[in-house]
């Protein structure tokens, strides 16, 4: 009995150790929502509302640390109301994230923390025109923005979801005033390999 439960506890602690230390590659793909909203400066309100994200992540890890590069297309969507007038502001880009974080668990469950850098690419700028003075508040994304995330991850198997903050650091310029766009996003990926 004394043999069987140190085989079982050598065993456990083997793939736990090979779980965390030796390095790893992981690839898959995601898809969730995001939340944008716009942070307030001036006389203009916003409010939030909801777009998409999808594309494909890869996890290279050892030692209890991983690095996290991903591509998506994310669709943000965001009103903007200045004297009056309300505008609704699409913008689609392809984001990629360079995630710094690290993982702790095993057995298939695992949580994770992670930051980093993300630089965006407007591949689409779309917005409503609603009279004559939207030209004046008119916003106007720029081609490449530069943003920070913050987040958290749950790995159960081949699932993952994740919760992220995204800080935008570049100004988006609207009228004679300047704005950051700021998201909440919220993702379920699947492991491929």
Known sequence: ?????????????????????????????????????????????????????????????????????????????VDITDNGTTIKAKFTSIDVPLLFGGKIGAFGLGGRFYTGPLVSFAINKDQSISGAASNITRLNYKNQNYAWQFGAGLDIRNLSVDLRYEAGLSSQT????????????????????
């Open 1 to 77: 009995m004394k043999k069987a439960i140190l085989t079982i506890w050598c065993l456990a602690i083997g793939y736990i150790a090979s779980a965390q230390i030796l390095p790893s590659f992981q690839f898959g793909v995601k898809g969730g929502i995001n939340l944008a909203s716009l942070s307030k400066s001036g006389t203009f309100n916003t409010s939030n509302r909801a777009g998409y994200l999808g594309g494909v992540w890869a996890r290279f890890g050892g030692l209890g640390f991983n690095f996290q590069p991903e591509a998506y297309v994310t669709g943000k969507n």
């Open 174 to 193: 609207y009228g004679s005033g300047s704005t950051k766009i700021n998201l909440f996003n919220l993702s379920l990926g699947y492991r491929l390999f």
